[in-house]
């Protein structure tokens, strides 16, 4: 019973760590400046920062584990589908339009 969560685990995080160095490649190739890659490298880190522990403890106080995992996965989701249709980087200084991201065209075929 211990190898299947051993194996999830060493296929996503060998998926991510395969990926994540390659973003930096791909937002810099969609014309991003420094200071909005280095915004779009540290969100996730700070959401899992502040998320992880409070959803823990409150499927932990509240014993409801398996809903509050179906409300993080759908706000996930919810995420990379406002992600997917943005064509404009609104923080880190200026404005600046840029033609679309891979997330648009993996999900929707654009």
């Given at each position: 019973?211990?190898?299947?969560?051993k194996?999830?685990?060493?296929?996503?995080?060998?998926?991510?760590?395969?990926?994540?160095?390659y973003l930096?490649?791909?937002?810099?190739?969609?014309?991003l400046?420094?200071?909005?890659?280095?915004?779009?490298a540290?969100?996730p880190?700070?959401?899992?920062?502040?998320?992880?522990?409070?959803?823990?403890?409150?499927?932990?106080?509240?014993?409801?584990k398996?809903?509050?995992?179906?409300?993080?996965?759908?706000?996930?989701?919810?995420?990379?589908?406002?992600?997917s249709?943005?064509?404009?980087?609104?923080?880190?200084?200026?404005?600046?339009?840029?033609?679309?991201?891979?997330?648009?065209?993996?999900?929707?075929?654009?």
């Amino acid at each position: 019973m211990v190898l299947k969560p051993k194996i999830y685990y060493f296929f996503v995080y060998g998926a991510m760590a395969s990926l994540i160095p390659y973003l930096v490649i791909y937002y810099q190739g969609l014309g991003l400046s420094g200071s909005q890659i280095g915004l779009l490298a540290g969100i996730p880190t700070l959401i899992s920062l502040l998320s992880t522990p409070v959803l823990g403890g409150l499927a932990d106080a509240t014993n409801k584990k398996r809903p509050l995992l179906g409300i993080a996965i759908l706000l996930s989701m919810t995420m990379v589908g406002v992600l997917s249709v943005t064509t404009v980087f609104p923080l880190g200084g200026k404005s600046e339009p840029f033609s679309g991201t891979f997330i648009r065209i993996n999900l929707f075929g654009r």
